[in-house]
């Protein structure tokens, strides 16, 4: 079945550097890619997502790539802030129901 | 609109009871997850309802958990004989029908086993 890997597990950076976290999935049949944020004791919500059709989309300083080929995709963001602090999931459809498989989480510490 | 509403916030019983949790989806979502998620964890997936079709209960830990969902409405997680194991955030979460809908989730009930 489907499989999701996600790294670092830990990312810690300097307020207003970039960060990127990196999944890879194991079904070439996967064709959709959300990511989540999950901030310390709520709910994880949907920040961006791309769809199989394309590379790249970006929503003001996030933004994801696709590298279907390689079966990796990446969420940038830019320029990071206080606020940025929080665990991320990445997710990938599985392919025999609608259901999402999901990486492991990635710890963003945003340093002041 | 209304978001995805879970009932009851936090929870907190003696070990060997039953508990029961509640999930309202968005309306208009046929599809309808549970997950649970333990301190510092990810998402672990528990059962997934769609419509009215059969439940895919592969994620279920043991038969102590057991869900159902009234069609499109309302779900209900089920523990039975809690242990301490069971300590966890317990989110649900729905989605349109169809592929590649992302998923809405709600605050999640935090449950306590003394």
């Known amino acids: 079945g489907e499989n999701v890997e996600q790294h670092p597990s830990t990312l810690s950076v300097q307020e207003g550097d970039s960060a990127v976290i990196k999944c890879t999935y194991s079904d070439s049949a996967s064709n959709y890619f959300p990511w989540y944020k999950q901030e310390l004791g709520k709910r994880p919500q949907l920040i961006i997502d791309i769809r199989s059709n394309v590379g790249e989309k970006k929503d003001q300083r996030i933004a994801v790539t696709l590298n279907k080929t390689a079966k990796h995709f990446s969420l940038h963001i830019t320029e990071t802030q206080p606020e940025d602090s929080a665990v991320y999931f990445c997710a990938a459809s599985a392919v025999s129901n609608y259901q999402l498989i999901w990486g492991a989480g990635t710890k963003l510490i945003i340093k002041p | 609109g209304a978001g995805v509403s879970q009932s009851p916030s936090n929870k907190v019983t003696e070990k060997g009871k039953d508990v029961e949790l509640r999930c309202d989806p968005i309306s208009g979502h046929t599809a309808l997850y549970w997950y649970r998620q333990r301190l510092g964890q990810g998402l672990e997936f528990l059962i997934y309802f769609q419509g009215n079709s059969a439940p895919d209960k592969s994620g279920l830990p043991s038969d102590r958990f057991s869900a159902e969902r009234t069609g499109e409405s309302v779900s209900t997680l089920t523990i039975q004989r809690t242990q301490q194991e069971d300590s966890a955030v317990y989110l649900c979460?729905?989605?349109?029908?169809?592929?590649?809908?992302?998923?809405?989730f709600g605050d999640g009930t935090r449950l306590s086993i003394l």
């Open positions: 979460a729905s989605s349109r029908q169809g592929f590649n809908q992302p998923q809405h």
